[in-house]
C-alpha cells in the first residue's frame, strides 16, 4: 500500500480543493509556462471557444516575440508550443473543427518566428510543426474545407517554406484536397515555376553574387526548386512516376540519390527495366554508397536475375566490408546457408588489405572473438593514431579479451609516445593505467611483451619525456 506522503491523484485530492488551489498559485507563481497551463485549463471549463480565444492570443504573442532562442530555452519553447497544438487538436477540434484549422494555420504560420530566432538545434520544432501538417491535414478533412480554397492556402505557404516546416504538408493533405484538389494546386505550382522572375526594381538587387549570378536569378533558382519539390510530392501522390522523373532537373539524373530515388518508384509501377537504367546511368567517378548499390540489388531481383543480385551485393561487400552489404546477403540465403556464408565472410575480413577496415567490421558487426583474432594476429598493423577506431575496439575487448584490448591500448600509447604528441600524453597514461589493470586477467601474452616488461621497455625509450611520466603519478 503506498504512503500517505507518496505523490499520486488520490492522496492530493485529500488536500481538498482550496488547498489544492492556494498551492497551485504557489507553486505557478514565478512561472509564465504553468500559469498559461493554469488559464488554459480554466478557459477549457468555459468552452472550447474560450480555449481558442487564449490559443490565438498566445500564438500571436509568441510570433511578435524578437528575443533570440538559445539552446537551454529551446526545451521550455517547444513545450509551450506543444500545449497550444494540442489543445487545438483535442479541445478546439472536437467541438469546432473550422476554427480549429484556422488555429492550426496560425500555429504553422509562428514557424517563421520561431526559426527566424532561433540559435541552436532546430529539430525539436522541426518535429512540432511537421506534427502539426499532419494535424491540419486531418482537421481540414473533418471542417469540410472546399478543395480549391485548401489547394489556395497549401500553394501560398509552400512559397515561404525556407526552414522545411511545411515539408510534409502536401502528403497530409491527400485525403482532404482530393483529385481536384490536388489538380488545382498542381495547377498553381506549375504555373508558379514557369513565370519569369520581375527584374529588381532597386539597385541594390543588381548585385551579382559570388558565382557571378544576379539576384533575380538566384530567386528564380530557389522558386523552381521549391515549385519542383512541391510538384514531386504530387506526383508521389498520385502514384505517378513520370511525373515525378519530370520534376528532376537534367544535370540531377546521374546523381546516386536522386537515381535511387527515381528508381524506387519505377519498380513500384513495375518498370524494373528503367529503374536499372537509371541506377547504372549514375556518374562513377566516386564511390557509390551503400543505398545504391543495394537499390541495384532490388532491381536485379525484380528483373528475376536473382543469382546476380546476391554476386554484386557479395561483391560490394569485398570491396567495401560494409556490414550492411553483407546482412542484406546473408538474408537472401536460406537457414543454414546463412551461418556458413558469415564463416567466409570472417575469413575474407581477416585477410582484407587493411586491417583497420577489417577491425571497424568486427566491431560494427559485433563479432569481438572475431576482432582480437585480428588484432592478435596483425597486431604490427595498427595505427594507434586512429583512436576513434582503438579506443570502441579497447572497451568492446577488455571485457573477454583482455590481451587484445591491451593490444590495442599499447597502439595508442606507442603512437602518442614515439611521435611526441603531447596534446596524447594524457590519454597514454590513462591507456597505461588500463593495460595495467587488464594485466592480471591475461594467462599468457603469446608473442607481446608482458605488462612489466612493457612498462620497462617504454622507459628505456622514452624515459625522458618527463610530461609523460609526470601524468603516471
Same mark, same amino acid.
Given at each position: ?42 478557459a ?19 510570433a ?70 499532419a ?36 502528403a497530409e ?70 511525373? *515525378? ?5 537534367? =544535370?540531377? #539524373? &546521374? /546523381?546516386?540519390?536522386?537515381?535511387? @530515388?527515381?528508381? %524506387? ?6 518498370r ?7 541506377l ?12 545504391w ?11 528475376g536475375r ?10 560490394? *561487400? ?5 556490414? =550492411?552489404? #553483407? &546482412? /542484406?546477403?546473408?538474408?537472401?540465403? @536460406?537457414?543454414? %546457408?546463412?551461418l556458413e ?29 572475431e ?26 575487448l ?28 594524457r590519454?597514454a ?11 592480471p ?18 622507459i ?14
Amino acid at each position: 500500500m503506498a504512503a500517505k506522503t507518496t505523490l499520486n491523484a488520490k492522496n492530493l485530492e485529500a488536500l481538498g480543493a482550496q488547498r489544492l488551489a492556494e498551492l497551485l498559485i504557489e507553486i505557478s507563481t514565478g512561472s509564465a509556462a504553468h500559469k498559461r497551463r493554469l488559464r488554459m485549463e480554466l478557459a477549457g471549463n468555459q468552452g472550447s471557444s474560450e480555449v481558442a480565444r487564449e490559443i490565438r492570443k498566445r500564438l500571436s504573442s509568441i510570433a511578435r516575440a524578437q528575443s533570440v532562442i538559445e539552446w537551454h530555452k529551446v526545451k521550455a519553447i517547444n513545450a509551450d508550443l506543444e500545449t497550444q497544438r494540442s489543445a487545438i487538436v483535442t479541445v478546439v477540434a472536437a467541438d469546432d473543427p473550422k476554427e480549429a484549422f484556422d488555429l492550426i494555420w496560425q500555429f504553422l504560420a509562428v514557424a517563421d518566428s520561431i526559426f527566424h530566432r532561433s540559435n541552436s538545434n532546430d529539430i525539436a520544432f522541426l518535429e512540432t510543426f511537421h506534427q502539426a501538417c499532419a494535424d491540419a491535414g486531418v482537421i481540414a478533412s473533418s471542417a469540410g474545407i472546399g478543395t480549391d480554397v485548401l489547394a489556395d492556402k497549401v500553394f501560398t505557404v509552400l512559397q515561404d517554406n525556407d526552414y522545411g516546416q511545411y515539408d510534409p504538408l502536401i502528403a497530409e493533405m491527400v485525403p482532404a484536397l482530393g483529385k481536384d484538389g490536388l489538380e488545382h494546386l498542381k495547377g498553381l505550382l506549375v504555373q508558379w515555376l514557369n513565370e519569369a522572375e520581375e527584374e529588381p526594381a532597386d539597385a541594390d538587387r543588381k548585385i551579382l553574387d559570388w558565382g557571378g549570378s544576379g539576384l533575380n536569378e538566384i530567386y528564380a533558382k530557389h522558386r523552381q526548386q521549391a515549385a519542383r519539390i512541391a510538384l514531386q510530392d504530387i506526383a508521389d501522390a498520385q502514384d505517378d512516376a513520370d511525373a *515525378f522523373i519530370a520534376q528532376q532537373p537534367e =544535370e540531377t #539524373l &546521374r /546523381a546516386p540519390m536522386v537515381a535511387i @530515388a527515381i528508381s %524506387d518508384r519505377l519498380l513500384l509501377a513495375g518498370r524494373a527495366e528503367e529503374a536499372l537504367r537509371i541506377l547504372d546511368g549514375v556518374d562513377h567517378r566516386f564511390e557509390m554508397p551503400f543505398e545504391w548499390q543495394e537499390a541495384r540489388a532490388e532491381t536485379l531481383e525484380a528483373l528475376g536475375r536473382v543469382e546476380e543480385a546476391q554476386a554484386y551485393r557479395w561483391q560490394c *561487400f569485398e570491396q567495401s566490408l560494409n556490414g =550492411e552489404h #553483407l &546482412r /542484406a546477403f546473408l538474408r537472401k540465403l @536460406a537457414d543454414f %546457408d546463412d551461418l556458413e556464408a558469415e564463416e567466409k565472410a570472417f575469413t575474407f575480413a581477416h585477410g582484407f588489405p587493411d586491417v583497420h577496415r577489417a577491425l571497424a567490421f568486427f566491431l560494427t558487426w559485433p563479432a569481438p572473438a572475431e576482432a582480437a583474432k585480428l588484432v592478435s594476429r596483425r597486431q604490427a598493423e595498427l595505427d594507434g593514431e586512429l583512436y576513434e577506431l582503438m579506443t570502441p575496439a579497447a572497451e568492446m575487448l577488455q571485457e573477454k579479451h583482455p590481451l587484445a584490448a591491451t593490444i590495442v591500448l599499447r597502439s595508442m600509447i606507442g603512437f602518442a609516445l614515439d611521435c611526441g604528441r603531447s596534446s596524447r600524453y594524457r590519454h597514454a597514461a590513462r591507456h597505461l593505467a588500463e593495460c595495467a589493470s587488464l594485466a592480471p586477467h591475461i594467462d599468457d601474452f603469446g608473442k607481446a611483451q608482458p605488462h612489466d616488461a612493457y612498462v620497462n621497455e617504454l622507459i628505456r625509450q622514452h624515459g625522458k619525456k618527463h610530461g609523460f611520466w609526470s601524468l603516471m603519478g
